[in-house]
């Protein structure tokens, strides 16, 4: 049976809040910013459960080491590198990696700290998600 996507935004949100309650790791963000872009880079150890970010605008995704993600579209596995992943604003990911995976979010953004980069790019829920693109029209 094929899931929508309201039911998939449930199923990851249900994972996430399951795995906060287990023990979490921390896994350190680098930022860079050039010419109107801001990159994200994470570096994900092997066999890690994660959810995460809703985006508020089209992004590109740089994936290097081997996860498997389910997001609106469904369930997929990126493997070695994928180059230019694009991203719609709005979806929500959860993975697991099956090795240590290299994860990097690009944006065209005014942003030049990762501070102002976090507040003009994401938020944390889909009601969140759904005002704000009320507001912008």
């Known amino acids: 049976m094929e899931l929508t996507v ?8 249900g994972l996430e809040h399951h795995l906060l309650q ?23 150890p092997a066999g890690v459960c994660l959810t995460g970010k809703i985006h508020l605008e089209d992004h590109l995704n740089f994936v290097t080491g081997d996860i498997s993600v389910e997001t609106d579209e469904g369930m997929t596995r990126l493997t070695g590198v994928q180059i230019a992943v694009p991203s719609k604003k709005g979806i929500k990911r959860a993975g697991y990696t099956h090795t240590q995976t290299i ?9 030049t700290t990762p501070e102002e980069a976090e507040r003009l790019l994401i938020v944390g829920s889909y009601e969140k998600y759904l005002e704000v693109q009320k507001c912008l029209g």
């Not at 287990?22 to 994900?44: D, M, N, S, W």
């Open 6 to 13: 309201e039911q998939r935004r449930a199923s990851i949100e």
């Open 22 to 44: 287990l023990p979490q790791i921390t896994i350190e963000p680098k930022h860079y910013f050039i010419g109107g872009l801001c990159a994200r880079e994470i570096v994900i």
């Open 103 to 111: 994860w990097t979010t690009v944006h065209a953004t005014s942003a």
